[in-house]
Nanobody, 124 residues
Framework: QVQLVESGGGLVQAGGSLRLSCAASGRTSSRYAMGWFRQAPGKEREFVAA????????YYADSVKGRFTVSRDNAENTVYLQMNSLKPEDTAVYYCAAKSTVSLALRRDAYEYWGQGTQVTVSS
């Protein structure tokens, strides 16, 4: 079992930046690919970004490409999502997720473990 805890959300003006963190605990000796998803009110949870276990492979949704960066520190069992040039449409609850294989995935159902989410609100 792996427990994931997100932090770093908050209220920011359009054009601003936030960095989300996702700390993993529990069975962290295994190798996990990590993903970030978000869910806005009334919408389905959508893929944002993902990283392979090594961090050597990353993938982004078109809507955040060039603005968001996913990175990880495996020694600290933490994955980050740096969000720059934020837009009001980025407002959502952001979730991190882990899958117990090294390769990244885009589908929600590929991920076994989920955090509780952190709210990001971007004002115009």
């Amino acid at each position: 079992q792996v427990q994931l805890v997100e932090s770093g959300g908050g209220l920011v003006q359009a054009g601003g930046s936030l960095r989300l963190s996702c700390a993993a605990s529990g069975r962290t000796s295994s190798r996990y690919a990590m993903g970030w998803f978000r869910q806005a009110p009334g919408k389905e949870r959508e893929f944002v970004a993902a990283s392979s276990w090594s961090g050597g492979n990353t993938y982004y949704a078109d809507s955040v490409k060039g603005r968001f960066t996913v990175s990880r520190d495996n020694a600290e069992n933490t994955v980050y999502l740096q969000m720059n040039s934020l837009k009001p449409e980025d407002t959502a609850v952001y979730y991190c997720a882990a899958k117990s294989t090294v390769s990244l995935a885009l589908r929600r159902d590929a991920y076994e473990y989920w955090g509780q989410g952190t709210q990001v609100t971007v004002s115009s």
